[in-house]
Antibody, heavy 119, light 108 residues
């Protein structure tokens, strides 16, 4: 059973960079066939796709966030990471990592981690 | 960009009722649509993929239909554990994916 777990600071100061890591267990990121994604959910709101990465390093980002987002992968640690720069209070959200099967459906999700942007 | 709308935004129904949620795409997306259930404080869970296929392990009271721009998600007999928000998600214009705004389902 594939499991994903987000980790990282729960509080980030405005203008700084938000950094989160997703650790995958029960399956190898390097096995291929899947994309690895970040999604966020503002408090009380809907789901916003941030971007995803293939094990080879190919990335795809939501155009609305592209200028501030970097997603990377570390296959040796079976992890992938999110960096979101120049954060503001509007970036306060629960951040989820998830696996995408065939670049179409999000079939496994992490439990989510709340990141608050505040001084 | 493909925009997704859902209706209603919320509904209240009795246990045993048939519940229907609709999702509309701003352009033809064939059957490239998935449905998710999100319970309070939890991550979303995939229920239906490719518009009408039931994910393994999901109860058969859940179903989906539609193609093109109009899609329907149905709970044939609402159960107390179905209290959640339901989201549609399109993947027609990969690599971009878009979620609908969600429909909150409560028990009357």
């Amino acid at each position: 059973q594939v499991q994903l777990q987000e980790s990282g600071p729960g509080l980030v100061k405005p203008s700084q960079t938000l950094s989160l890591t997703c650790t995958v267990s029960g399956g190898s990121i390097s096995s291929g066939g899947y994309y690895w994604s970040w999604i966020r959910q503002h408090p009380g709101k809907g789901l916003e796709w941030i971007g995803y990465i293939y094990y080879s390093g190919s990335t795809y980002y939501n155009p609305s966030l592209k200028s501030r987002v970097t997603i990377s992968v570390d296959t040796s640690k079976n992890q992938f990471s999110l960096k979101l720069s120049s954060v503001t209070a509007a970036d306060t959200a629960v951040y989820y990592c998830a696996r995408i099967d065939g670049a179409s459906q999000f079939d496994y999700w992490g439990q989510g981690t709340l990141v608050t942007v505040s001084s | 960009d493909i925009q997704m709308t859902q209706s209603p935004s919320s509904l209240s129904a009795s246990v045993g009722d048939r519940v229907t949620i609709t999702c509309q795409a701003s352009q033809d997306i064939s059957n490239y649509l998935n449905w998710y259930q999100q319970k309070p404080g939890k991550a979303p869970k995939l229920l239906i993929y490719d518009a009408s296929n039931l994910e393994t392990g999901v109860p058969s009271r859940f179903s989906g239909s539609g193609s093109g721009t109009d899609f329907t998600f149905t709970i044939s007999s609402l159960q107390p554990e179905d209290i959640a928000t339901y989201y549609c998600q399109q993947y027609d214009n990969l690599p971009q994916v878009t979620f609908g705004p969600g429909t909150k389902v409560d028990i009357k």
